[in-house]
C-alpha cells in the first residue's frame, strides 16, 4: 500500500498523560473525582487518516486540533451527562472539527469518545459534503445522523481500538489494513448527506445506473483482485457520495457492503480450488483483507450454508 501505518496503545493514570498518545488532538485534562484518575489512548493511523480513541474517568477536557488536521468527534460511551462547549450531547450527536478548532468537553461519567481526522484540505474525501460548508470556523458545528449510522461507525471505532490494544499485528497485512480503513470510510460516509441531493430526479437514476454498470465494468477487468471504494472512485473519478447513492438506489446496499460479498466470493473460489496458493482459511481470508477472522467466518456460514473450513476440507485443504 505504500502508506506509513501507526497502532500505539496505552493506559495512563495522570490526566497529564492524555496529550502523548495522540496523533491530531492536543488535549489538557482536570479529573473530576477525588479517586484515582483511569484512562487509556488508542491511535490507528492508515496513511492520511487517524483514529484517536480516548476513554477516562470523568474528567474535564480542552481539546485543540493540530493545524493541516480536520475531523469528526463523536460519544461512544457515557454521553447522559456529557457537554461540548456547554452544550448537552446526545448519544448519536456528531462534532465537525477543523483545524485550529478549541473544544471543551466536560464529561461527569466515565467515556470514550473518537476522534477520526484527515487532512484539512480535503476532507470532503472522509465526511462528504455535509459537515464542510463553513470549513475553517472555530465554531463547534454539530450534526445527528441516523442511529443506525452513529452505531456502524461506532463499531468500526471500537474494533480498531480493540486490535490497537490486543492484536496490533492484523496491520501489518496489507489487505487486512486496506479492508479495516475501507471499513471506516465507508462507515464515515454513512454520516454523509449525498452531495447530489439537488439534482432532478431523473438525471440522478441516469447518473446512478451509469455509475453501476462503469463499477462492473471495473470490476470485470479485475476478476481477482481485491477492489475498495477508494479504488472505484479514483478509477471512475466519481466522489463517495455519488457512488454510495447510486448502489443504495440500484442495490439497496452500500458499495461497501457490495465490495465486501465480492471479496467474500473470491475467497471461496480461493477455497474451492484444489490447485490455489491459500492453504489455510486464515491465509486466503487475510489476503483478501478479512481482518476479524471470526466474524468472517459467520459471515461465511450465512452467506453460504458452511463454515469456511468446511469448504476447504471439501477440496482436500488443510485449515
Not at 496523533?23 to 477525588?34: D, F, N, S, Y
Not at 484527515?118 to 463553513?134: D, N
Not at 458545528?141 to 481500538?161: D, F, K, M, N, Y
Request: hydrophobic content about 40%; charged content about 20%; glycine content about 8%.
Amino acid at each position: 500500500m505504500g502508506e506509513q501505518n501507526v497502532a500505539s496503545f496505552s493506559l495512563i493514570s495522570e490526566p497529564s498523560e492524555l496529550d502523548g498518545g495522540l496523533r491530531t488532538l492536543h488535549v489538557k485534562g482536570i479529573a473530576l473525582q477525588p479517586s484515582a484518575f483511569e484512562g487509556s489512548v488508542a491511535l490507528v493511523e492508515f496513511g492520511d487518516i487517524a483514529v484517536e480513541v480516548v476513554r477516562t474517568s470523568p474528567a474535564l477536557l480542552i481539546e485543540d486540533v493540530e493545524d493541516g488536521r480536520a475531523g469528526c468527534l463523536l460519544m461512544l460511551e457515557g454521553a447522559d451527562r456529557a457537554k461540548w462547549d456547554g452544550r448537552s450531547v446526545h448519544p448519536c450527536d456528531v462534532a465537525a472539527l477543523a483545524a485550529g478548532t478549541t473544544l471543551v468537553a466536560s464529561f461527569h461519567d466515565p467515556y470514550a469518545s473518537a476522534f477520526v481526522s484527515t487532512k484539512e484540505r480535503a476532507p470532503e474525501a472522509l465526511l462528504g459534503s455535509w459537515a464542510w460548508a463553513e470549513s475553517g470556523r472555530a465554531a463547534l458545528q454539530v450534526e445527528q445522523p441516523t442511529r443506525t449510522a452513529h452505531g456502524r461507525l461506532s463499531e468500526c471505532v471500537l474494533a480498531i481500538e480493540r486490535i490497537a490494544r490486543h492484536t496490533p499485528d492484523v496491520l501489518r497485512n496489507d489487505q487486512s489494513r486496506i479492508a479495516l480503513r475501507a471499513s471506516l470510510i465507508a462507515a464515515m460516509h454513512g454520516l454523509c448527506r449525498p452531495a447530489e441531493a439537488a439534482k432532478s430526479g431523473k438525471t440522478r437514476a441516469t447518473r446512478r445506473h451509469r455509475i453501476v454498470r462503469l463499477v462492473d465494468e471495473y470490476l470485470c477487468a479485475s476478476p481477482v483482485r481485491p477492489v475498495y471504494t477508494d479504488d472505484l472512485c479514483q478509477a471512475l473519478g466519481v466522489s463517495a457520495s455519488a457512488l454510495h447513492e447510486a448502489f443504495q438506489h440500484v442495490f439497496e446496499m452500500s458499495p461497501h457492503r457490495y465490495l465486501k460479498l465480492r471479496r467474500m466470493s473470491l475467497v471461496r473460489v480461493a477455497l474451492l480450488c484444489p490447485c490455489g496458493p491459500w492453504h489455510s482459511v486464515k491465509a486466503a481470508a487475510l489476503s483478501y483483507g478479512f481482518w476479524h477472522l471470526g466474524q468472517f467466518a459467520q459471515d461465511y456460514r450465512e452467506i453460504y450454508g458452511e463454515l469456511p473450513s468446511a469448504t476447504l476440507a471439501r477440496c482436500g485443504g488443510a485449515d
